[in-house]
């Protein structure tokens, strides 16, 4: 199947679902308020057909998929929206397109899976249907697109940033069966920064000691960061890691009644409703928009991080920046390049203008390193976890 052919098939697939007036639905089956808009379905049409397009000319040949069939929307996978969700993360770091434009091109992804595996359509041939992840999946890429390249500022996050004393304190108010291995986990996470799912999925073999540092494997989009360790931050992990038995056992292992482990979408409904809890307990104030989330745990990582870089001068910063890269082994090239790129970010307009560019200045070294340390390397997306020493941020933004 060509592309004109796909093109036209989408066009075909949503002019039939605006006829019968067919509803996306959450996993639970409720109908999504945006069916109610007008022109939803128009929306969803060109937005799809923007990521057909990218998908055919960008996507596939990248992941060496090169037979006509993967042009066919039922032969995509996970790995083909990761692909271009990864591609379209980089463009808006460059500052080519807006967040919300990625976003809405997952909403318009989902119908068009929503859509086509519904009986009632026969488009794409065989009542076969898209095989791209439900939406939970959808909700884990929104979420994604949130991490990677923000929202649209970050004081309109709702997740409130926490400061490294708060976090001790939203601990000690956990309480609960499961209050031991919530406590766990979230002190993995203040001392790697790691998100929670990759706590969960954090095994015996990734604690390296003998060259102290945590290997965060299984990260979004694919990303694996080796975390040098302080001497205390080591000391934490290897305790850790004396308490599993094998290489491959898992370090935040939770097992329900019938003695299976838990997916990680139940530890994460377990570990969210735990935080919510204790956080209220805690009573510490905060803005009545934002609240503490486990989230909030890993921008208390963060925060530590950029603090403990302060008074440093430029050799020692680079220094810490250089020990990074010295432990992601081949990956380091790929981060050195996000650096480079951030580089001439900033200095933009005087590329644009032929004058000389400058290097970072200390204090955005600091913010690179901080960005390293949360397996990010863009200088923007720290505002999203802390406050910075620069006077566009207040001390205590939440």
């Known amino acids: 199947m060509n592309k004109t052919e796909v093109l036209a098939k989408t066009d075909e697939l949503f002019k039939l679902a605006d006829e019968k007036r067919l509803a996306r639905v959450d996993e639970k089956g409720k109908a999504l308020k945006d069916n109610h808009r007008g022109g939803s379905y128009i929306t969803y049409r060109d937005d799809a057909k923007r990521v057909i397009r990218t998908i055919i000319n960008v ?14 929307p039922l032969f995509w996978d996970k790995e083909t929206v990761e692909k271009y969700l990864e591609i379209r993360c980089e463009q808006s770091i460059k500052g080519e397109i807006a967040p919300k434009t990625i ?3 997952m909403h318009a992804i989902d119908a068009l899976r929503q859509f086509s595996n519904n009986k009632e359509i026969n488009v794409f041939s065989g009542h076969k249907k898209i095989k791209i992840g439900g939406y939970e999946v959808h909700r884990e890429r929104l979420s994604y697109i949130k991490e990677e390249v923000g929202s649209y500022s970050y004081k309109t996050s709702s997740w409130a940033k926490m400061r490294m004393n708060e976090a001790h304190t939203v ?5 609960g069966p499961y209050s031991e291995w919530a406590r766990n986990v979230l002190d993995t996470v203040i001392h790697t920064g790691a998100r929670s799912t990759t706590a969960f999925m954090m095994e015996k073999r990734h604690i390296v000691t003998e060259n102290n540092y945590t290997r965060l494997e299984y990260q979004k989009g694919n990303k694996k960061t080796n975390l040098p360790m302080t001497e205390f931050g080591m000391a934490v992990m290897n305790e850790k890691k004396e308490k599993a038995k094998n290489p491959g056992s898992l370090l935040h292992s939770l097992k329900g009644p019938d003695g299976k482990e838990l997916s990680n979408k139940q530890k994460q409904k377990i570990l969210d409703r735990y935080v919510s809890k204790a956080a209220e307990k805690a009573g510490i104030e905060l803005p009545d928009n934002k609240k503490f989330t486990v989230h909030s745990f890993r921008k208390s990582f963060g925060q530590n991080i950029y603090d403990s870089t302060r008074g440093m001068n430029r050799d020692e910063i680079n220094r810490k920046i250089n020990e990074f890269l ?4 081949a990956n380091a090239k790929v981060i050195q390049d996000r650096m480079n790129r951030e580089k001439r970010r900033i200095n933009k ?7 000389s560019t400058r290097e970072f200045t200390v204090e955005e070294l600091r913010a690179m390193y901080t960005s390293l340390m949360l397996s990010h390397s863009r ?12 006077k566009q941020h207040e001390p205590d933004t939440r």
Do not use: F
């Not at 601990?171 to 309480?175: A, G, I, P």
């Not at 010295?326 to 082994?329: I, M, R, T, V």
């Not at 307009?349 to 004058?355: D, F, S, V």
């Open 379 to 390: 200088l923007d997306i720290v505002s999203h976890y802390v406050n910075r020493d620069i």
């Open 59 to 72: 996507v596939n040949p990248r992941l060496g998929r090169t037979a006509a069939k993967y042009n066919n």
């Open 326 to 329: 010295a432990l992601q082994g």
């Open 171 to 175: 601990m000690k108010h956990l309480s």
């Open 103 to 105: 976003a809405g091109e």
């Open 349 to 355: 307009y005087n590329i644009e203008r032929g004058r």
